[in-house]
């Protein structure tokens, strides 16, 4: 587990500019998804090579004031010219477990945890050991296969759809600046 980026609000910027990198946040992290909009961007040189976004890693919101975003988590698929924030941290995913992983983090179960968890704490925080603790049970491989292989062709669906709405709303931006500029 590898926590987030450090930053001071002088050293960030709200609009993509050279030397910068943009982070994501609890914010970012929606239904299990990375949200690319309202982005904070951040100094590179803030930035170690191993806070970058990696392939196949979860991006988990570890502390937050409000509980309903500690936990929030996204897997990121590629290797992206991203960070997150210092009250997130990356958990890099194994492929063979990526489905298991992803639907526990994301579901009832262990938002059950961290409730019970939270209770009676004055902050909201995740320790590097809450994580690392986590005990999931695999009946047998070739249910673990059979799970990861239906959950591998339902990302893919998701991501294709993910892509086309970002297509989408580019064009949507487009027409909107367009039609402001009376063309």
């Not at 943009?22 to 930035?47: E, H, M, Q, S, W």
């Not at 004031?65 to 991203?82: C, E, I, R, T, W």
């Not at 320790?127 to 005990?135: T, V």
């Amino acid at each position: 587990i590898t926590r987030g980026v450090s930053y001071i609000p002088e050293e960030t910027t709200d609009t993509p500019t050279d030397g910068y990198l943009p982070i994501f946040r609890a914010n970012n992290i929606v239904d299990g998804n990375l949200v690319y909009d309202g982005l904070t961007y951040v100094l590179k040189k803030n930035i170690s090579s191993d806070q970058l976004v990696t392939n196949r890693s979860m991006i988990i919101a570890m502390s937050s004031g409000s509980q309903a975003h500690v936990g929030k988590a996204a897997m990121a698929y590629g290797d992206l010219p991203y960070s997150y924030g210092a009250f997130c941290a990356k958990i890099p995913i194994e492929q063979a477990y990526e489905g298991l992983i992803s639907t526990y983090l994301k579901g009832y179960w262990f938002r059950s945890h961290l409730e019970q968890m939270l209770l009676g704490t004055t902050i909201n925080n995740i320790k590097r050991e809450d994580i690392e603790g986590i005990e999931l049970s695999v009946l047998n491989s070739s249910v673990l296969k059979e799970f990861e292989e239906a959950y591998q062709s339902f990302s893919s669906y998701k991501a294709s759809i993910v892509r086309e709405l970002d297509v989408l709303c580019e064009l949507q931006k487009k027409i909107v600046l367009s039609l402001s500029k009376g063309a």
